[in-house]
């Protein structure tokens, strides 16, 4: 079976990588692109060339700007899951795991989403918050990471999203980076750490950057707020502004609905939007809105649009893990999606550790320390000795 390697030609630098040697000498056709290789020309190669139609095996390994490399190389990966019907995984394995240990040094960063946007692909984004699970989410093709303050509710078990504090944020932001570092992160600004000044707001934001290698804060954001946008931004930190349901408000309005349901709704919120971007925040956040509204707003805005259950037509859609993994139990939100049913089998889990600890099966001998051989004879000698 012939197999084919897309490659930049900057990859003969690394072929003294074994495991990665291994894999040239099995390719019988290798197709070189310089380093100016568009999206829609690595489209039309995957769609015209005739032998990706037969079980031959496809692979692309491309080193290119700093800005563009990750992103570019997950696309290329997605175009091989659409176009490629057989993948030998032994072998997609080898290939992404040398480009995680050469290329994935550089972070995803703001630019690779603005790059998105103007490539119209989709923005994969995810809201976690500890080290575990991030470390998980970086080794699969999501993009963003939120640090949300959610984390309130999931990690902590509040009833809302308030109690989260900066030194808490801070932590979980820090650990979900030592998880995750090549992927692009987010940090929620939580309740009251913007609120009350404008330097108080670029002294928190800062500390994200500066503590936790956030590369962007979020905001939940009202035209009482366009002021702290602006500052932040200023200040060479990146913003991305939080509008449609804004769950630190709950005080104030007791209960959560779907937002922009009304023309005249609508159009308030396309205005503030607008006014976000107008005063520098780098990307929007929609949550909870209606869907053709959320699609308006990203027509209009030249920044990168994230849908938090704001429908499909954002360039990015973003669900917190717990959800994605089903690990929430009890109520979820009318846009939550559930790919996964590990709560069940995280329960199963602690139920067969439980038994077999009371039927005293756990731990045996394979998961024990055990003395070197004679030396437990020593031991009964030397405590019989004793008085």
Request: glycine share 6%.
């Amino acid at each position: 079976m012939k197999s084919y390697l897309l490659a930049s030609k900057k990859l003969r630098v690394f072929t003294s990588n074994y495991s990665f040697t291994c894999l040239l000498n099995r390719t019988t056709n290798v197709y070189f692109f310089n380093e100016n290789l568009a999206f829609h020309n690595v489209y039309t190669f995957f769609t015209n060339n005739q032998a990706l139609n037969r079980k031959n095996l496809i692979f692309l390994l491309l080193f290119f700007r700093k800005a563009q490399t990750a992103a570019f190389t997950q696309y290329i990966l997605r175009l091989i899951k659409k176009f490629c019907s057989h993948i030998l995984t032994e072998d997609l394995l080898v290939l992404f795991s040398f480009f995680r240990k050469t290329d994935m040094n550089t972070k995803i960063t703001v630019a690779d989403f603005q790059t998105a946007k103007r490539e119209n692909r989709k923005i994969v984004a995810v809201s976690c918050y500890d080290y575990t699970t991030a470390k998980l989410v970086s080794q699969t093709e999501v993009e963003m990471i939120l640090v949300g303050d959610s984390a309130a509710q999931v990690v902590l078990g509040h009833d809302s999203t308030l109690p989260a504090t900066m030194d808490f944020m801070v932590a979980i932001t820090a650990a979900v980076r030592r998880g995750a570092p090549n992927v692009c992160l987010v940090a929620d600004m939580p309740f009251l750490s913007y609120q009350v000044g404008t330097a108080e707001a670029v002294k928190n934001a800062g500390r994200f950057v500066c503590e936790a290698g956030a590369q962007i804060v979020k905001i939940e954001a009202t035209r009482a707020y366009l002021h702290v946008i602006k500052a932040v931004s200023d200040a060479g930190i990146a913003v991305m502004a939080h509008i449609g349901i804004r769950p630190q408000s709950i005080g104030k309005i007791g209960r959560f609905k779907a937002e922009a349901t009304t023309a005249e709704a609508a159009a308030k919120l396309i205005d503030l939007a607008e006014q976000m971007v107008d005063k520098d925040a780098g990307s929007l956040l929609i949550e909870g809105t209606a869907a053709q509204v959320a699609e308006v707003i990203t027509k209009r805005c030249e920044v990168p649009v994230i849908s938090c259950g704001s429908g499909p037509g954002c360039d990015g859609q973003i669900l917190i893990a717990p959800d994605i993994l089903g690990l929430t139990q009890g109520p979820s939100p009318k846009f939550a999606k559930s790919y996964g049913e590990l709560a069940g089998d995280t329960i199963n889990a602690f139920k067969r550790y439980s038994s077999e600890v009371k039927s005293n099966q756990f731990p045996d001998a394979e998961h024990s320390y055990h003395m070197k051989s004679g030396e437990f004879e020593k031991l009964q000698k030397l405590l019989k000795d004793r008085p």
